[in-house]
């Protein structure tokens, strides 16, 4: 292998695919990134088999030829090179990095070792495409309602669905729901539930894509496969899917919500983190041109310890909830987006709200009520998610 490459090029490709790498890795070769010149360009591939990536940086190839380096190492050489030009050559049992005044040899196992099929490009034939912007943005979006650990899998997930020229992101953890939805999709019909944190993996990989760039995606091998994503500009991402499948939340979330409010997006927010700071239940009353917040007493606060805001609001009904304040403040900033207004729906005090944002388009939030006072307590319980099929 003899090649030279500007520094930045081949650093952000090397970082891309060394988050794929584990900390612990299944297979000691898995501790290498696999680099590969060739063609005008040198390919960095890391994995942990449960996720892949592959991303390229151009480069004056004079000698193609494949090595393994030490994965961490590799990529902090790089963050730290003394120069703007990096020229790779051979070592023995590796590679060598050079520029002026600096040379350092890395040695790894036969490239040989790699496992074999890792980060193989789905065929366009057979894939689906979906927008490259919608599909960050909507990753990031509904990735945070995702269950936090494992012991319910299809929830530990984001399900990506692709049909009738729609793309569908979908998590939820039994007390939030979110959605995204977005036009321009084509191919499919696709869906894989993929773990939020390669999902978000995903997003990042994509982030600066262009306006009409798109990603291709194809599952592999069903339920506990793999979902292949082919990026804008070559590069590839494989991430593992998780079995099972998610409720359908159309059955367990609202049909019709009476009360209704539309509010500045920013002073929303603003109110949510102050009342957040308490660390108690907000209740939110909506009606005659308001929407009241105030923490509300749960047995352990004092009540002169207590705080509450009014925000001038369009509103349709009168009603009342109160909500988790982690995760009404993170509803709200989600929804805020770009700005404009955040709408927020009640069906009632024990049914899901529907939380949406001119600023997040596409993006729907439905969040649970917290059950409070000896009222709730006599109450029928909330609906929670169904249980997975």
């Known amino acids: 292998m003899r090649a030279t490459v500007k520094r930045s090029d081949l650093e952000k490709a090397a970082a891309g695919a ?17 680099i590969e010149a060739g063609d005008g360009r040198i390919e960095v591939a890391g994995s942990s088999l449960e996720a892949t990536v592959r991303l390229a940086a151009p480069a004056d190839v004079e000698e193609g030829g494949a090595a393994l380096v030490p994965a961490r190492l590799f ?3 790089l963050r730290l090179a003394g120069s703007d030009e990096i020229r790779l ?4 049992g590796g590679v060598e990095l050079s520029w002026p005044g600096g040379r350092h040899a890395l040695r790894g196992p036969d490239p040989a070792e790699w496992p074999e099929g890792l980060d193989q490009a789905p065929a366009a034939g057979d894939a689906a495409a979906v927008p490259a912007r919608a599909l960050a943005s909507g990753i990031r979006l509904v990735a945070p309602a995702a269950l936090g650990d494992l012991s319910r899998p299809p929830l530990h997930g984001v399900r990506v669905r692709v049909a009738d020229g729609e793309l ?6 039994g007390i939030r729901v979110s959605r995204f939805r977005a036009d321009g999709a084509g191919g499919g019909p696709l869906e894989a539930i993929v773990p939020a944190a390669w999902a978000k993996l995903l997003a990042d990989l994509l982030a600066g894509a262009g306006e009409d760039e798109e990603v291709w995606l194809e599952p592999r091998g069903g339920a506990g496969g793999m979902l292949a994503a082919m990026l804008p500009g070559g590069g590839l991402c494989m991430l593992e899917c998780l079995d099972g499948r998610l409720p359908d939340v159309g059955a367990i979330l609202p049909r ?10 920013s002073a929303l927010v603003a109110a949510a983190e102050r009342l957040a700071l308490a660390g108690l239940p907000i209740g939110m009353g909506i009606g005659d041109g308001r929407i009241r917040l105030a923490t509300v007493a749960d047995g352990s ?9 009014e925000l001038e609001a ?4 009168d009603g009342e909830a109160a909500f988790d304040p982690r995760f009404f403040l993170q509803a709200v900033r989600l929804a805020a987006g770009a700005g ?20 997040a388009p596409g993006f729907e939030h439905w969040l649970m009520p917290m059950r409070i006072g000896p009222a709730a307590a006599q109450a029928e319980p909330a609906a929670a998610a169904a249980p997975v099929a």
């Not at 019709?256 to 997006?265: E, H, L, M, S």
């Not at 606060?301 to 805001?309: G, I, N």
């Open 314 to 317: 369009d509103t349709a009904g």
């Open 168 to 173: 569908e992101l979908l998590a939820l953890d």
């Open 89 to 92: 050559g051979p070592a023995p």
């Open 75 to 77: 990529a902090e050489l």
């Open 18 to 34: 060394l988050r794929a790498v584990a900390a612990k890795p299944p297979v000691p070769v898995l501790a290498f990134l696999r």
């Open 340 to 359: 404009g207004e955040i709408s927020v729906e009640l069906s009632g005090p024990l049914s899901a709200a529907m939380i949406t944002g001119m600023g």
């Open 256 to 265: 019709d919500y009476p009360i209704q409010a539309g509010v500045d997006a």
């Open 301 to 309: 606060a004092d009540p002169a310890d207590l705080a509450s805001e």
